[in-house]
C-alpha cells in the first residue's frame, strides 16, 4: 500500500513539474522575446543583451492599449450586470412561473450550441442591423454569456435568504432598488467568479470583433494585435510586449479575486 502511494505521488510530482516547466517556460519565451530588437533574435532563448523595455511602449503606443483597453472593459461590465441581473429574476420566479423555468433551461441547452454554427448567419444579419459597433458586440456578448453566467448565478442566487429582500420591499424599495442596493453587493464571490470567466472569454475572443468590428476605433485589444503583422513579416518583439500587456489584466484580476473564485465556483455549481 505505501509503494503504491509513494508511486502515486511521484507521479503527480511529475505531472506537476511537467505542467510548470511547460507554463513558465511559455511565459519565459514570451517576456524573452518581448525584451529584444529583431537583430537579437538569432537564439530565441537566450537572455537579452541589453534589455529593451521600450518594446511595452512602443506597443502601448501602436496597438492604442488605453482606447482598447476600455472598449473591452465595457463590453465585460455590461455583460455582467445584465447577465446577473437576468439571473436574478430567473431563480426568484422559477418557482411561480412556468415562463421564467422554460427560459431557464432554453438558456441552459444554448451552452451546447458553438458560435460557429451562428457565426455565418450573424456576419449576414449584422449587415441589415447596428451590430459593427461597441453598442451591438456588447448586446451578442450579452447573449452568447447568459447561458453558462445564468447556470453560474441561479445556483449562487438560491442560496441567499429571501428575508433580507422581502424586508427591503417592505421599507419601501422597489425590486430593481432591492436587487442592485441588497442582492448585487451579496453576489460579490459569484460576480468575480463569472467575471472572470467573462474577461477570459472576452480577452480570448478574436473571432467574433474580427466579423463585427468595422471600425479601427471600436476595436479589442485582441483586434489590435494585427497592427505588428504586415503583408510579408511580422514584428515578434513588439508583438510579443503587447500580448502581456494583454494578459497582465486577466492575471492580475485572478490574483486579485482567486478566493472569491474558488468560492463562487463552489457555491454555484453545487447549488445549481
Known amino acids: 500500500m505505501s509503494a ?16 510548470a516547466v511547460f507554463i513558465f517556460g511559455i511565459l519565459y519565451v514570451a517576456l524573452v ?28 503606443n501602436m496597438t492604442r492599449y488605453p482606447e482598447k483597453f476600455g472598449n473591452t472593459f465595457v463590453i465585460t461590465i455590461i455583460t455582467l450586470i445584465a447577465n446577473s441581473a437576468a439571473a436574478y429574476a ?11 423555468n422554460l427560459i431557464y433551461y432554453y438558456f441552459i441547452r444554448a451552452m451546447f450550441i458553438p458560435f460557429q454554427v451562428l457565426m455565418l448567419p450573424l456576419v449576414k444579419h449584422a449587415s441589415f442591423l447596428p451590430l459593427d ?17 445564468t447556470f453560474l448565478y441561479c445556483g449562487y442566487v438560491k442560496g441567499l435568504p429571501r428575508d433580507i429582500e422581502e424586508a427591503a ?5 422597489s425590486q ?10 451579496l453576489m460579490k464571490p459569484i ?32 483586434l489590435s494585435q494585427y497592427v505588428f503583422q504586415t503583408q510579408f513579416s511580422t514584428n515578434y518583439n513588439l508583438a510579443f510586449a503587447s500580448y502581456i500587456l494583454v494578459l497582465l489584466p486577466v492575471l492580475i484580476m485572478y490574483c ?9 465556483v463552489m457555491s454555484g455549481a453545487v447549488k445549481g
Request: glycine content about 4%.
Open 191 to 222: 460576480r468575480a467568479t463569472v467575471a472572470i470567466f467573462s474577461v477570459m472569454w472576452m480577452w480570448n475572443d478574436f473571432l467574433m470583433p474580427l466579423l463585427l468590428l468595422t471600425k479601427p476605433r471600436e476595436q479589442t485589444l485582441q
Open 33 to 60: 522575446v518581448a525584451l529584444k530588437t529583431p537583430d537579437q533574435m538569432t537564439n530565441v532563448l537566450s537572455l537579452p543583451n541589453p534589455a529593451h523595455f521600450k518594446n511595452f511602449l512602443e506597443a502601448w
Open 169 to 173: 420591499l417592505i421599507d419601501g424599495l
Open 90 to 100: 430567473i431563480t426568484r420566479n422559477r418557482h411561480k412561473s412556468k415562463f421564467f
Open 4 to 19: 503504491s502511494n509513494a508511486a502515486s505521488h511521484s507521479l503527480t510530482a511529475l505531472l506537476l513539474l511537467l505542467a
Open 256 to 264: 486579485v479575486f482567486q478566493r472569491q473564485i474558488i468560492s463562487g
Open 133 to 149: 459597433n461597441i453598442l451591438g458586440i456588447s448586446f451578442l456578448s450579452i447573449v452568447f454569456g447568459l447561458p453558462m453566467n
Open 176 to 185: 430593481s432598488k432591492a436587487f442592485f442596493l441588497i442582492v448585487f453587493p
